[in-house]
């Protein structure tokens, strides 16, 4: 089913024709809730015990050239590493998410994770409270995570490159790794064609 969303400006699929639970367009973004031992990652250690691939994420084709790309994420956390995410996809061997996350320690966290073969993950910083702004934006051929407490200053995440060419698929993703499932609200969608001239000073 092809999903158009206020603000943005390319149509969105299921992909894989994997769909929550739940899930809703709202008049200000969409809700998706998140099925029970869902994820996405690729243990890095041994790739034979990845997470199971079978998180929901809808996306859609991404336009070419530079551009920011952003939402404001709240969580019903229940379970650990139950998140929303922004996510990017260059192939099923090639992708990221900027994840707002259910830590071990019952915190909401920013994390990030680029997957080429193999997953890393990186921990940020923990949020007060079960809201959060995130912002993935594109320069040339590379990526910029962002994340934001009140949606207007943006601190850096990480910058990285996926290491292939060809189309960008770009949107969101809802997981629940341990738990039976958590609702994601993303509000406050917005799309610009434009480059990020600094990317550490606020902007």
Not at 17 to 22: H, I, L, N, S, T
Request: hydrophobic share 35%; glycine share 12%; proline share 6%.
């Amino acid at each position: 089913m092809t999903v158009n969303l206020p603000g943005l400006p390319f149509p969105l699929d299921w992909e894989d024709g994997v769909e929550p639970p739940r899930w809703r367009v709202t008049d200000t973004g969409l809700e998706a809730t998140a099925g029970p031992k869902t994820d996405w990652y690729v243990y890095a250690p041994d790739p034979a015990q990845c997470a199971p691939a079978n998180g929901a994420r809808l996306l859609g084709a991404a336009p070419d050239g530079d551009w920011q790309f952003s939402a404001r994420i709240t969580v019903g956390f229940n379970g650990t590493y139950d998140a929303g995410t922004l996510f990017l996809l260059a192939d099923e061997d090639h992708w990221s998410k900027l994840c707002f996350e259910y830590s071990p320690d019952a915190q909401g966290m920013v994390v990030s994770v680029v997957t080429r073969g193999t997953s890393d993950d990186a921990n940020a910083w923990t949020v007060e409270g079960d809201t959060v702004w995130m912002r993935v934006t594109r320069l040339g051929q590379g990526f910029v995570f962002h994340s934001s407490n009140d949606g207007r200053r943006w601190e850096f995440v990480r910058s990285f490159g996926f290491g292939v060419d060809g189309p960008i698929k770009a949107g969101f993703g809802v997981q629940a790794p341990e738990g039976e499932g958590c609702t994601v609200q993303f509000n406050d969608i917005e799309f610009k064609r434009e480059t990020l001239r600094e990317l550490r000073d606020g902007s």
